[in-house]
């Protein structure tokens, strides 16, 4: 063994041992000692180191130590992190090579935490797995290097991207002005900034007689057309549901509980999902966040709802917890040969519903134009998905030679790649130059073996999750649209995306102050808890004129005007770095 492989080694033994401190010793050590930043000069003045933008960055590895990378793994990942394809062709084209700390996913959040606290020992980076939490909750404490200087010194590509997309940059640039770490940027023509598709079965509407409906009211006849067509999905069975949705609000995307798609159609939409929880029931009206579960839109769509379930036209089931977060009960009826169900919303109609004929009956639902507005709206979100993605801590040495890797990782047909896989599996390359989806004649995806699914293949072939972007443009120019993403964005579009979109500015992923993340932290899970817990009693009882003044006064009772302020001031706070 040489002496940088006894060094690897020695230093992931250490961070081991920095995870199994117990709770008392960590807080002693708190990171409270200040350290002198990392890597001045060591990168600089090495000749065996090209930080020119060329390859490779290290010109001759065995002179050069491993560094210490930890990375969160997936459990559906069968092939060492070590030993992707992906992660040999980085190390091949740079020269940099990286001791892998696997952490696996079980848990991550609360071992990093403890690495984190201990400030000792610590990896010199994170691939994955720091959140903006934990950034704000770190910045100032001399755990986490911040990156903007090795950005603007070392990172064309990315500076390039922060240019085209100022408002990236402004969402990576916490409170105290400095950025900690570089970002994960997917960017599908919006395809995580909107529900999936909300579907109607139109198979049903013609034997109903029905057109695709066109406003709510023309929306309620096809449902009561539903409950009275007798068996019309032909099985000799009682079985259609009208509509199912799922009111216990767990999906990341807000796509099974499409309450919220109608609350746009009285005057005022009411985003929800948990891919930005600090953001749910809230709206940017004029650069103002208004707390929009409050509007009369909301009670009215109360009101709707309650109408639905007193004519019978909503699955019961729908107000019952799935077996699961994001696994309402109605998605268990959407696995046989049958189709029971004519209206609902799901993330991904492809991967969701397997029975390829079941599918194919269902079609998205334009906009319903409603007494006061149209249905559906945008999520709180960004393409951002991580501003920190990849974090390099106070302990690495070489903090330059991780931002010249990480730049080369945001070349587009690095990014493509490592984003969803290697050439050869999800895509191959066409006589053009340009990555194509694998498909056959027949139009269906190519599986490689041993891999049974598409996602097999990507967590198999690259260490997905890092730094890295997507850019909308890049369709047209490096790879063709993941196929397996395709119909939901096409169902997406249907529901009316594009509008949606230029309709709601979100409120994007933003770093907090730490009283900012505190306030918002305390308060928001009880406030969105008053909301769930009144709409379900008002869809199932009514009686909402009655205890609208209630469920205000408990909701300002709850702080949602102190809640409204933190995120004002963050946002604020991103217009002006912007």
């Known amino acids: 063994m040489n002496t940088n492989s006894k060094s690897g080694v020695m230093k992931r033994a250490a961070i081991f041992m920095a995870l199994i401190l117990s709770a008392g010793m960590l807080w002693a050590g708190g990171g409270q000692s200040k350290k002198a930043p990392a890597g001045t000069g060591n990168a600089l003045n090495d000749p065996n180191i090209d930080l020119s933008g060329k390859l490779p960055i290290i010109k001759d590895p065995s002179k050069f130590p491993k560094l210490v990378m930890a990375y969160v793994n997936s ?38 935490n403890l690495m984190l606290a201990s400030g000792q020992n610590l990896p010199d980076a994170f691939w994955n797995g720091i959140d903006s939490g934990m950034v704000a909750q770190y910045m100032n404490q001399d755990i986490l290097r911040p990156t903007e200087d090795l950005v603007e010194k070392y990172m064309s590509r990315l500076k390039a991207i922060y240019k085209k997309r100022p408002e990236y940059k402004a969402g990576a640039t916490a409170p105290n002005g400095h950025s900690y770490g570089f970002p994960y940027i997917e960017e599908m023509h919006g395809l995580v900034l909107t529900p999936g598709p909300f579907v109607i079965n139109k198979e049903w509407l013609k034997k109903a007689g029905k057109p695709m409906p066109k406003t709510v009211d023309e929306f309620t006849a096809v449902l009561k057309a539903f409950r009275d067509g007798g068996d019309l999905n032909g099985n000799g069975k009682a079985d259609e549901i009208p509509y199912a949705l799922d009111f216990t609000n767990t999906d990341v995307f807000g796509s099974y509980n499409t309450f919220h798609q109608f609350t746009g159609a009285f005057g005022m939409a009411d985003p929800y999902c948990t891919l930005n929880p600090n953001g749910s029931h809230m709206r940017v009206i004029n650069n103002k966040i208004v707390f929009s579960a409050m509007d009369t839109a909301y009670r009215d ?64 639902i334009p906009r319903l134009q409603g007494i006061k507005g149209k249905t559906g709206f945008a999520l709180n979100a960004t393409e951002m998905h991580n501003p920190s993605r990849v974090a390099v801590t106070m302990d690495c040495k070489y903090p330059e030679v991780i931002a010249a890797f990480v730049d080369y990782c945001f070349e587009p047909e690095v990014s493509v790649t490592l984003n969803w896989g290697a050439i050869g599996y999800l895509y191959t390359r066409g006589s053009d130059g340009k990555l194509l989806n694998r498909l056959d004649a027949k139009g269906n995806f190519i599986l490689t073996p041993p891999y049974k699914t598409a996602n097999d293949e990507r967590t198999n072939t690259t260490p997905t999750g890092g730094a890295l972007a997507v850019l909308n443009e890049y369709y047209d120019t490096v790879a063709e649209y993941p196929f397996n993403a395709l119909m939901l964005l096409n169902d997406q579009i249907a529901n009316g995306k594009n509008e949606f ?17 505190n306030t918002i932290s305390r308060l928001q899970p009880t406030i969105s808890d008053i909301v769930r817990r009144y709409t379900v009693q008002w869809v199932l009882d009514g009686n909402i004129d009655a205890t609208w003044n209630n469920y205000l006064n408990e909701l300002k009772a709850a702080g949602v005007d102190d809640l409204v302020r933190a995120m004002q001031g963050a946002y604020d706070r991103f217009l002006k770095a912007k």
Do not use: H
Request: no cysteine; net charge negative.
């Open 75 to 112: 459990p559906d990942r069968v092939v060492p992190v070590k030993d992707l394809i992906l992660a040999q062709e980085l190390k091949k084209a740079t020269g940099v090579e990286f001791e892998w700390l696997e952490i696996p996913q079980d848990g991550s959040s609360e071992k990093i």
């Open 301 to 364: 769509t109360a009101k709707y709802f309650n109408m639905l379930r007193n004519e019978r036209l909503v699955d019961m089931d729908s107000f019952s917890p799935g077996p699961s977060p994001g696994n309402p009960l109605f998605k268990s009826k959407l696995t046989g040969s049958d189709a029971v169900i004519g209206v609902f919303g799901l993330w991904s109609r492809d991967d969701e519903i397997p029975d390829w004929n079941v599918r194919d009956q269902y079609q998205s």
């Open 501 to 517: 979109l230029a309709e709601y500015p979100p409120i994007p992923n933003m770093i907090l102050t730490t009283d900012e993340q």
